[in-house]
């Protein structure tokens, strides 16, 4: 892989969440993506420096500030993350969310975890739930069906999940959280694609995957029906996505995106 394609899979991709288990991992990562331990701290701190600075960033906004101080997260309390990429990146939502807390609020010690797990649809995570709710968590904001709306192969006739069956994961995901956990739920919808940018990623075309709009609105349609508050992305993001939003794959937010997840999620729960 040539640099910038390290950067982006280190950004979006951690292996140690799916197999931190086996005897070696997590000292074995700088090697994995071809680096020195020195180099791969160094790149992973970017990151987290890039999500602090869009933490201060949103936190000069007085009026975002405010939010924050009236979020609902009480002292000590515990935030599960659950999402694919767009929650796995290192600059996303979650570890935004991470640093405007620490910042603002340093002393409520409000945890976030981030279970974002690249390329997971919603089958996927529902498999590996039960294990992931163990850890009791008093909230839980699901960000998922990214990837059930994704379309494979010469004109594809089906996405990977179908609208019905993500509506009926995303329901038995909150079914068996309430069983095991007594957390809070926000969901998070699909944020549109910049279809065009999809299609000419070299990646994405070698691989014949391809994200519609459609596909999304569909999902985002049934899950405002959902009674649980929803942070309803295609009014943020637009349809198609603002080119501002999305990166240059078309599918991953830019940091502003994310920052734009970040500041709808925090007016939705103080609203």
Partial sequence: MNEEMVLKTLQLTHLEKLYGY???????????????????????????????QAAQELLDDDAFASAVDALPFAPGQTV?????????DLQSWAEILRHVLELLRPDDGVRIVNGGLSAHTTAMVLRRWVPTVAQRPDWIICFLGGNDVTRVGPEPTKSQVSTAETVA??????????ARADASWVWITPAPVHEERVAAFPPFRMGE????NDDIVAL???????????VDLTTVFGVPAADDLQG??????SLAGQQAVTRALVTRLVS
Avoid: Q
Wanted: aromatic share 8%; hydrophobic share 40%; no cysteine.
């Fill in 220 to 230: 985002t349609e049934a899950m405002r029906d959902f009674p649980e508050p929803v």
């Fill in 80 to 88: 599960l993350a659950v999402g694919d990429s767009m929650t796995d």
């Fill in 248 to 253: 240059p794959d078309g599918v991953h937010a």
């Fill in 22 to 52: 086996l005897p070696g991992m997590v000292d074995a990562l700088p090697s994995i993506f071809g680096l020195d331990k020195d180099r791969y701290a160094e790149l992973t701190e970017g990151f987290a420096v890039h999500a602090r």
């Fill in 209 to 212: 995957s391809t994200w519609r």
């Fill in 169 to 178: 994961n995303l329901r038995e995901l909150h079914r068996i959280a309430a």
